[in-house]
């Protein structure tokens, strides 16, 4: 099954003590040559209806905002799964610039400051939002993903969507991800361990035996898991298997092993180039 996402404006939404403020900080962002998808909230109640209706994918706050602690209100979205990574941004006036890096820890990205110019921060929230929307897996990587559970399958292709990666294909059983290897080549291989046709092993040495076919040698293989004890894990490193992601895991996790094993996987390229 090959999944297609449209690419769409980044979904952003604007918190501010003068709603007058923020349609004038507005005006600036339409001038940028990134597009977002800006919605102005005006209290904490559209604020917390937002964030359980909709799919924010950037935050920007004010740093004196009058009707919450605004330090409680980042914790909060902090603990979030769901907004765990998402970019905040907080609006201050000039003198209380260098402020929120004293909260590092609540990842705070930037900061831009009253009076408004697009010359203070255009280019720098530019640049945020081209990171945020720029592929954790490049762009031209086919990936094949194998489970036998369809809600882990669902959850998958969910997951792929969300990092905005489009070339992949899932299958149930062993027998269909070798027919699947044998029409094309892929990049990054996500496999269950336990199979009813057999473990993900056997499409291991399936794929490392095709030694002349150079993508498929220098392929990326994780296992999903729920098995992890060190007998196991010592399995997965005879079989050069870049990673491992325990079941059940956020898409977060999910993230993160993606972005620690495409990094490690290409280290290992360098030196054994």
Same mark, same amino acid.
């Given at each position: 099954?090959?999944?297609?996402? +449209?690419?769409?404006?980044?979904?952003?939404?604007?918190?501010?003590?003068?709603?007058?403020?923020?349609?004038?900080?507005?005006?600036?962002?339409?001038?940028?040559?990134?597009?977002?998808?800006?919605?102005?909230?005006?209290?904490?109640?559209?604020?917390?209806?937002?964030?359980?209706?909709?799919?924010?994918?950037?935050?920007?706050?004010?740093?004196?905002?009058?009707?919450?602690? %605004?330090?409680?209100?980042?914790?909060?979205?902090?603990?979030?799964? +769901?907004?765990?990574?998402?970019?905040?941004?907080?609006?201050?006036?000039?003198?209380?610039?260098?402020?929120?890096?004293?909260?590092?820890?609540?990842?705070?990205?930037?900061?831009?400051?009253?009076?408004?110019?697009?010359? $203070?921060?255009?280019?720098?929230?530019?640049?945020?939002?081209?990171?945020?929307?720029?592929?954790?897996?490049?762009?031209?990587?086919?990936?094949?993903?194998?489970?036998?559970?369809? $809600?882990?399958?669902?959850?998958?292709?969910?997951?792929? $969507?969300?990092?905005?990666?489009?070339?992949?294909?899932?299958?149930?059983? %062993?027998?269909?991800?070798?027919?699947?290897?044998?029409?094309?080549?892929?990049? *990054?291989?996500?496999?269950?361990?336990?199979?009813?046709?057999?473990?993900?092993?056997?499409?291991?040495?399936?794929?490392?035996? +095709?030694?002349?076919?150079?993508?498929?040698?220098?392929?990326?293989?994780?296992?999903?898991?729920?098995?992890? $004890?060190?007998?196991?894990?010592?399995?997965?490193?005879?079989?050069?298997?870049?990673?491992? *992601?325990?079941?059940?895991?956020?898409?977060?996790?999910?993230?993160?092993?993606?972005?620690?094993?495409?990094?490690?996987?290409?280290?290992?390229?360098?030196?054994?180039?």
């Amino acid at each position: 099954m090959l999944v297609m996402k +449209k690419v769409e404006p980044m979904k952003t939404m604007m918190l501010l003590n003068l709603e007058e403020e923020a349609r004038e900080l507005s005006t600036h962002f339409n001038n940028l040559k990134i597009k977002t998808n800006l919605s102005i909230v005006k209290n904490m109640d559209e604020f917390v209806s937002s964030l359980s209706t909709e799919n924010i994918e950037c935050f920007i706050l004010d740093w004196n905002y009058n009707h919450y602690p %605004i330090v409680d209100l980042v914790e909060k979205i902090r603990k979030s799964a +769901k907004y765990k990574k998402t970019p905040i941004v907080f609006v201050t006036d000039k003198k209380d610039a260098r402020i929120p890096i004293q909260y590092s820890a609540l990842n705070v990205e930037m900061v831009i400051p009253r009076p408004f110019s697009p010359a $203070d921060f255009g280019d720098s929230f530019t640049q945020l939002l081209e990171q945020k929307s720029s592929s954790v897996i490049p762009e031209n990587y086919e990936v094949l993903i194998l489970d036998n559970n369809k $809600d882990i399958l669902e959850i998958m292709v969910d997951y792929m $969507d969300k990092l905005g990666h489009t070339r992949f294909q899932t299958c149930s059983s %062993i027998a269909e991800a070798k027919k699947n290897i044998d029409k094309k080549d892929f990049d *990054i291989f996500l496999l269950d361990w336990n199979l009813d046709d057999g473990t993900c092993i056997d499409l291991i040495d399936y794929v490392r035996s +095709k030694k002349e076919n150079k993508r498929l040698a220098e392929s990326l293989i994780m296992v999903i898991t729920g098995r992890n $004890d060190v007998e196991d894990i010592m399995t997965l490193v005879q079989y050069n298997v870049c990673d491992h *992601i325990i079941k059940p895991f956020d898409f977060n996790e999910f993230e993160d092993k993606i972005i620690y094993a495409l990094d490690k996987h290409k280290k290992n390229l360098r030196k054994g180039a």
